[in-house]
């Protein structure tokens, strides 16, 4: 079992910035690839950023890309999505999800196996 859970979400203005952190524990973090879904009020949960076990692989939605930045620090078990530039439709509570380190890497949400509960993150207009 991998045990994730999130923090850093919160209220911001439009154009400003946060960073998500999701903290692992239970099994080996870096036989892990890890990503960052989200889900708005009366939406289906969506695929944000992706990254492979090494974090020298990423993948990102085109909503986010050139906006938002996922990392991770391996020695602190730890997955990151820094988010500038915010939009309203950028709020949603945000998941991070874990899968068994895999070729290639995926963006489709069956294909991982372990979920955080959520941290909402609201965009003031």
């Known amino acids: 079992q991998v045990q994730l859970v999130e923090s850093g979400g919160g209220l911001v203005q439009a154009g400003g910035s946060l960073r998500l952190s999701c903290a692992a524990s239970g099994r080996t973090f870096s036989n892990y690839d890890m990503g960052w879904f989200r889900q708005a009020p009366g939406k289906e949960r969506e695929f944000v950023a992706a990254i492979n076990w090494s974090g020298h692989s990423t993948y990102y939605a085109d909503s986010v890309k050139g906006r938002f930045t996922i990392s991770r620090d391996n020695a602190k078990n730890t997955v990151y999505l820094q988010m500038n530039s915010l939009k309203p439709e950028d709020a949603a509570v945000y998941y991070c999800?874990?899968?068994?380190?895999?070729?290639?890497?995926?963006?489709?949400?069956?294909?991982?196996?372990?979920w955080g509960q959520g941290t909402q993150v609201t965009v003031s207009s």
């Open positions: 999800a874990a899968r068994r380190a895999t070729i290639p890497l995926t963006t489709n949400q069956n294909d991982y196996s372990y």
